[in-house]
């Protein structure tokens, strides 16, 4: 997912569409299509419009916990030099589900999944502060999950 994309233009068909499967990504199309007026067909190929430009992804979202990862934290990274060039670096760690460069008190912040303490440790000790640019790492872990939601609609 590229940080500085061009957003393509959402007619307000498209936009239900994304709503619909945000509320249930196996809705069948041709449910979606009588709630917005379209074919099964034409649903089918706007969704994959939709998903071919990356304006969204059909994903099965899981409790990490219930699969084997019991460790999850939010790590905020400071960094001297481009933050940019490090966080190019970091979303390729695949343990980090989520990396955003920021304005604030942290120049990136990244979520980690891991399956224990060990492992978030070795994350961050091998993976993370071995990169160039990176001078400072404060961990948040969780102790508990009490909402995550993806289907905050559009605009």
């Given at each position: 997912m590229s940080a500085i994309a061009k957003q393509p233009a959402l007619d307000d068909v498209s936009k239900k569409i994304i709503e619909l499967l945000q509320e249930d990504g196996?809705?069948?199309?041709a449910e979606i299509g009588r709630a917005v007026g379209l074919s099964e067909a034409a649903t089918r190929q706007r969704v994959q419009r939709l998903t071919e430009a990356g304006v969204i992804q059909i994903v099965a979202v899981t409790d990490p916990m219930q699969l084997g990862f019991h460790r999850m934290a939010m790590i905020g990274i400071r960094v001297v030099g481009d933050p940019r060039e490090v966080a190019a670096q970091l979303a390729e760690i695949e343990s980090l589900i989520y990396v955003v460069v920021t304005l604030g008190t942290f120049d990136i912040v990244v979520e980690a999944v891991c399956e224990n303490d060990d492992d978030l440790l070795q994350l961050i000790a091998t993976r993370i502060r071995?990169?160039?640019?990176?001078?400072?790492?404060?961990?948040l872990l969780y102790a508990g999950l009490y909402k995550d939601q993806y289907n905050w609609g559009t605009r």
């Amino acid at each position: 997912m590229s940080a500085i994309a061009k957003q393509p233009a959402l007619d307000d068909v498209s936009k239900k569409i994304i709503e619909l499967l945000q509320e249930d990504g196996r809705r069948p199309y041709a449910e979606i299509g009588r709630a917005v007026g379209l074919s099964e067909a034409a649903t089918r190929q706007r969704v994959q419009r939709l998903t071919e430009a990356g304006v969204i992804q059909i994903v099965a979202v899981t409790d990490p916990m219930q699969l084997g990862f019991h460790r999850m934290a939010m790590i905020g990274i400071r960094v001297v030099g481009d933050p940019r060039e490090v966080a190019a670096q970091l979303a390729e760690i695949e343990s980090l589900i989520y990396v955003v460069v920021t304005l604030g008190t942290f120049d990136i912040v990244v979520e980690a999944v891991c399956e224990n303490d060990d492992d978030l440790l070795q994350l961050i000790a091998t993976r993370i502060r071995t990169i160039p640019g990176v001078t400072h790492t404060e961990s948040l872990l969780y102790a508990g999950l009490y909402k995550d939601q993806y289907n905050w609609g559009t605009r």
